[in-house]
């Protein structure tokens, strides 16, 4: 296969070792390179649609899962929607209190639970980004997957959307976009 998700952590000989020294490595996280970190959930691509909010946008896909998160402390925060830093995006229990779920949409009256929000909020606002941002970039990777082992560095290295005991590779994504494996 010509594209693997590896944990950013890893040293780089690590790397070296499991991908040969020929693998090229895109760092695909908030701390990756100008070339890749547009690939990150973080990046402020703009005018993303917010999932059952018609006529709403987002600067970035987890401006969306945060900004629908509800706590039981907190409802909807749309201001999530308008981060472009890539900072202060993520909103804590510490704070907040127990996640509750996601709401279905900035006006919606019910709750999605974990896998419901996944599937609902996250996959779409991912897939649009793919689909309509980083068409440049994915050739880019076709190709290179063509001639060489590509690893994606990701914080999390959770492959299986069913998996709900850790949180999904965004990097996951990225390989089943590129081979045509997108999840129903």
């Known amino acids: 296969m010509p594209f ?9 000989t690590t790397i070296t070792a499991r991908y040969g020294a020929d693998a090229v490595i895109c760092d695909v996280t908030s701390r990756g390179p100008a070339q890749w970190v ?15 909010s018609p ?11 945060q900004g629908l998160k509800i706590f039981a402390n907190a409802d ?3 201001t999530k929607f308008a ?20 709401r279905r949409g900035v006006q919606g009256s019910s709750l999605l639970g974990y896998a419901e929000a996944r599937r609902e909020i996250y996959l779409p606002a991912y ?3 793919l689909d309509y941002c980083l068409q440049h970039e994915l050739a880019e990777l076709r190709d290179l997957g063509t001639r060489w082992q590509v ?4 914080y999390e290295t959770n492959t299986d959307i069913a998996d ?7 990097a996951a994504l990225i390989v089943r976009y590129l081979q045509n494996e997108w999840p129903a």
């Open 4 to 12: 693997v998700v590896a944990n950013r952590r890893l040293a780089s």
């Open 83 to 102: 981060v472009t830093t890539m900072h202060g995006i993520k909103r804590s229990v510490k704070k907040l209190g127990e996640v509750l779920g996601h």
């Open 55 to 65: 006529g709403i946008t987002s600067m970035s896909v987890e401006g969306i899962w």
């Open 76 to 78: 909807v925060d749309a």
């Open 127 to 129: 897939r649009w980004v």
């Open 38 to 52: 547009r690939f990150s959930p973080f990046y402020p691509h703009g005018d993303i649609p917010v999932p059952f």
């Open 164 to 170: 709900l005991t850790r949180p999904l590779a965004h």
């Open 151 to 154: 690893v994606f560095l990701d």
